[in-house]
């Protein structure tokens, strides 16, 4: 594309210098060449100015991911934290259910043998009352 607009400008800077050439003097070829390399000048201007807006959206696409990429991050970082807290909890809450249950029972056969050897030393004694 660049090219073509060159080559463009150059024939028609080619044509014009050809149009008007029945005596040119050294003032209007220089004038001529002037306006050609001008108007070169302004096309590879035009083309850097596109270039240079071209990279710079490339540059705020990027950085606009960049921090969509660190905001999405911070959230799985954030709930992969408040996972990690409750599963700690959870696993604390487990435990401690697991050893109240074990206590409970410790209680219960306590209770259980502590019944047992008091029916037995009653027993006992009222056995012990009646054959005296």
Same mark, same amino acid.
């Given at each position: 594309?660049?090219?073509?607009?060159k080559?463009?400008?150059?024939?028609?800077?080619f044509c014009?210098?050809?149009?008007f050439?029945?005596?040119?003097?050294?003032?209007a070829?220089?004038?001529?060449?002037?306006a050609?390399?001008?108007s070169?000048?302004q096309?590879?201007g035009?083309?850097c100015t596109l270039e240079?807006?071209?990279?710079?959206?490339?540059?705020?696409?990027e950085k606009?991911?960049?921090?969509?990429? &660190? %905001?999405?991050?911070?959230?799985?970082?954030? /709930?992969?934290?408040?996972? *990690?807290?409750?599963?700690?909890? !959870?696993i604390?809450?487990? &435990? %401690?259910?697991?050893e109240k249950?074990q206590? /409970?029972?410790r209680?219960? *056969?306590?209770?259980?043998?502590? !019944?047992?050897l008091?029916?037995v030393g009653?027993?006992?004694?009222?056995m012990?009352?009646i054959?005296k």
């Open positions: 594309m660049m090219r073509l607009i080559i463009l400008a150059i024939s028609l800077a014009g210098s050809i149009a050439a029945q005596e040119p003097s050294a003032e070829e220089l004038k001529q060449e002037i050609v390399r001008d070169v000048m096309v590879q035009d083309a240079k807006d071209s990279l710079r959206s490339v540059i705020e696409s606009a991911k960049s921090e969509n990429w &660190e %905001k999405s991050y911070n959230t799985v970082k954030k /709930d992969n934290e408040t996972c *990690a807290q409750m599963l700690v909890t !959870s604390g809450m487990n &435990e %401690k259910k697991q249950e206590e /409970d029972r209680s219960a *056969a306590m209770a259980a043998s502590s !019944s047992f008091g029916g009653i027993g006992l004694l009222i012990w009352l054959m």
